[in-house]
């Protein structure tokens, strides 16, 4: 975990001196027309060394094809289940849900024919909670607020005209929590398919 966050810290002090013209670019891009974007993000991850799925729901605009900001919201798609101490007892099983909005941001520094490379970055505020027990017998053991940053990376490559396949991979840190005694910061990656339902429908109507 700790030389994953280091190598992320490094690339990002390596994109530094490029930052003046990333600026440049993004201002120009955002003086263009913008439209209505929505999406689901689908990520991989990893709660106490088990798998686990989040899924998300985004809306925002996008600027010439390129620059993208947003909200959205992200949730386990199922909770992370394990045993750990729970008043004294040993081994209780326990139930993890995690849930938060994400304003976020995307900037594709490169596309070229059917390849495109995005930057995906963006935030979580929420509540994740500690479950024992089912059905009445079923209580919060613990309740923590949450705040974390994600960066990534993808790459696409888009075929038939109307689909791109992607896949990334990127980082969730923790930024603070309370109250929870549990391990959250981990790798993320992600894969997915996309439809240009936006080139579709202009074809279509022609």
């Not at 900001?69 to 004294?88: C, I, K, M, N, S």
């Amino acid at each position: 975990m700790r030389r994953l966050t280091v190598l992320f810290g490094i690339g990002a002090l390596a994109c530094l001196p490029a930052r003046g013209q990333l600026m440049d670019s993004l201002a120009l891009f955002s003086r263009q027309t913008p439209r209505i974007t929505a999406k689901l993000d689908s990520r991989g991850s990893f709660i106490r060394n088990s798998h686990v799925r989040l899924m998300g729901v985004k809306v925002g605009l996008e600027h010439a094809g390129r620059f993208q900001y947003g909200l959205g919201y992200t949730f386990l798609v199922h909770p992370a289940e394990f045993l750990r101490t729970v008043d004294g007892v040993p081994d209780v099983p326990v139930r993890l849900r995690m849930g938060y909005a994400t304003p976020y941001v995307e900037y594709a520094f490169f596309q070229r024919g059917p390849w495109e490379v995005r930057i995906p970055v963006q935030f979580g505020l929420g509540r994740v909670s500690l479950l024992a027990g089912n059905g009445r017998d079923k209580r919060v053991v613990e309740r923590s607020f949450l705040l974390t940053y994600e960066p990534c990376m993808t790459v696409q490559y888009r075929f038939l005209r109307y689909f791109g396949a992607s896949a990334g991979w990127g980082f969730r840190l923790v930024l603070a929590h309370t109250h929870l005694d549990e391990p959250l910061t981990a790798p993320i990656y992600l894969l997915g398919v996309k439809v240009f339902f936006g080139d579709l429908m202009r074809d279509l109507e022609r």
